[in-house]
């Protein structure tokens, strides 16, 4: 009988441990269960180097919530940095493909779901739900299926189709660029500053920030931020970057 293995992912120490207990009765079932992102991230890659790669991932859809008015920034629970749950299933699903990640999720939130979906999951389920269900989930995405809410499902594919007419909006913008418009562009998107571009183009600093205020005019945008959200919404992806440790990166704002 092949195994199946799951790795369950949830801040709450005394869900995630009962969830791994009542899978691992399952004959063909193997467990294993992680309190933080980074915790899952070392248990996924153990298992990797072990020979013993995890099948399915469940993830807390509220993993490394930041609780109301923190005092300081939130950590798991060995002092890391919190990962929040669809974070992980996006980080997890383009350095593993072959794991399915299903989201586990307290309340129904079409808007979360179509983003859990474009992070790469397979399904949102709800925490309470029956454990049976949630075997047919986990079995039902090793075979390439995807599973949500019948009453989340209008409102996913609503949402799916808004992002959709956003991202074919923005591409539009994009192509309105001239090519080494777009080329600046892929430099701000991979965080340089503008000395840097200039460096990269074999450009003047003066027509490096020409070329950026060109592009913030075309995108509609006032800051190089928005102008990068706006390229990763349209698919455009950071310049490669060798060799440059030393290049001065801009965070935000206007063009320096």
Known sequence: MARIRVLVVDDHRVFAESLAAALAAEP????????????????????????????VLLVDADLGAVPAAPAAVPSGPEGEPAVDGISLVAGVRKAMPAVRAVVL?????????????????????????SLQRLLAV???????????PPALLTGVLRELTAARKHRTESERLVESLTPREREVLRCMVAGLGRKAVAERLFLSPH?????????LGKLGVHSTLAAVALARRAGVGPAPLPELAGDVV???????
Do not use: I, Y
């Open 207 to 215: 027509t490096v920030r020409t070329h950026m205020q060109n592009v």
């Open 105 to 129: 999720a307290e309340r129904d939130d079409a808007r979360r779901a179509a983003l859990a979906l474009q992070a790469g999951a397979s399904g949102w389920v709800a925490k309470d739900c």
């Open 250 to 256: 801009e965070r935000g704002g206007q063009p320096a």
């Open 138 to 148: 986990v079995r039902g995405v090793l075979r390439d299926e995807t599973h949500l």
């Open 28 to 55: 063909d079932v193997d467990v294993a269960a992680a309190g933080s992102g980074p915790a899952a991230l070392r248990c996924l890659d153990r298992g990797a180097a072990e020979g013993r790669r995890f099948d």
